[in-house]
């Protein structure tokens, strides 16, 4: 009884870099965690979806969400990750900074997104929380990785 009233309490997530802001996605979702790999380029795509890598057999479209989100180009570094996330039946790499952290949030502590002038747009924010004098952004997965682009490269269509 105790268990089922801290998971529904915690929302457990993983905590990654862009341009030096802390952002986070629910680990429900995360399958893989990869340092950078020989990304092959897909032509007629947009800048954001670098192209495609092969994960022990399967292949992954990769996004860039520092382009997908409009705040800048990625310079890679010993540091930078490739998240590989699973939503539905869409399974996408996200190159970020680094992925550094791996909390538990209390869900009470997750506030609706702000209206924030030069951040990512509001679209892509499911929510804020502030744990621990740090400011993590809670990306919706859904809409960030749901472009037709990305639907064709996972089903074939």
Known sequence: MVN??????EKKVIVFNLNQKEYCISAEYVTAIEKMLHITRVPNMPSFIKGVINLRGIIIPIIDLKQRFEIGDHDHSDNTRIIIVTWDDITVGMIVDEANDVLDIPVKAIEPCPN??????????????????????LLDLELTIKPPELRKMNNGV
């Open 4 to 9: 089922e009233a801290v998971i529904e309490s």
């Open 116 to 137: 924030v002038a030069g951040s990512i747009a509001e679209e892509y924010i499911s929510g804020v929380a502030n744990i621990d004098h740090r400011l993590l952004i």
